[in-house]
């Protein structure tokens, strides 16, 4: 999405938000008045600003009154970015690891954005972390954990049986055809996964019954 430009950007966040439940906006290498001018200009199409996360920024997450802000793993403490945001505003944290992740949770982040789990070549030459870490650090978190990097639509029922409570996805949507089509289907494979999921978990309820 950096390298994008801010009418293009805007424009898809406009089209595809529908069909996610947020939209990331990150300028790292242009300063938070750019962003700021990114995330007014979101929300001047017409994307719910509930639905925006600020990255890393949280000035601008609070100049604009975003539904979450995304901290790094390196970045402000989670409790202290919390203190200051408004009262129903989540704050995730990005992590690579296991300990991260315990750092984050046990700082009062909301959840936490792990990965990557697939090889992208947003990271050539980075070894992907794999479903298995994924899976041991779901299990070991008491809070939700987003699974990020290199996922494709039929990744997706593997991802939730790791135990990952969402995806987070960049170049599947940005770098497609057709974004809004890329979102649709990574929206319905989602929902298919959970729909499945919930009629698991009843059929259990009915036998301990």
């Not at 949280?58 to 009262?87: C, E």
Request: hydrophobic content about 40%; overall charge neutral.
């Amino acid at each position: 999405m950096e390298n994008d430009s801010h009418a293009y950007v805007t424009q898809v966040a406009a089209a595809i938000y529908p069909y996610v439940h947020y939209v990331h906006a990150r300028l790292k290498q242009k300063g938070a008045s750019k962003l700021l001018g990114l995330t007014r200009s979101m929300v001047e199409q017409g994307v719910p600003v509930q639905q925006i996360v600020v990255n890393d920024r949280v000035d601008v997450a609070l100049l604009i009154l975003a539904g979450a802000v995304q901290l790094p793993a390196n970045g402000l403490p989670a409790q202290d970015v919390k203190s200051l945001l408004p009262k129903g505003t989540r704050c995730g944290v990005s992590v690579h690891s296991l300990e991260e992740a315990q750092i984050a949770e046990r700082a009062g982040a909301d959840y936490v954005l792990y990965g990557h789990v697939y090889e992208t070549h947003c990271k050539p030459g980075v070894v992907p972390r794999g479903t298995a870490q994924l899976e041991r650090i779901c299990r070991l978190s008491n809070i939700p954990v987003i699974a990020l990097g290199g996922i494709q639509p039929d990744h997706i029922p593997e991802l939730y049986h790791a135990g990952a409570s969402g995806i987070a996805v960049m170049s599947g949507i940005w770098e497609a055809e057709s974004p809004i089509a890329a979102a649709m289907e990574y929206r319905q494979m989602v929902d298919q996964v959970v729909r499945s999921r919930c009629k698991e978990t009843r059929v259990e309820e009915f036998r301990k019954q």
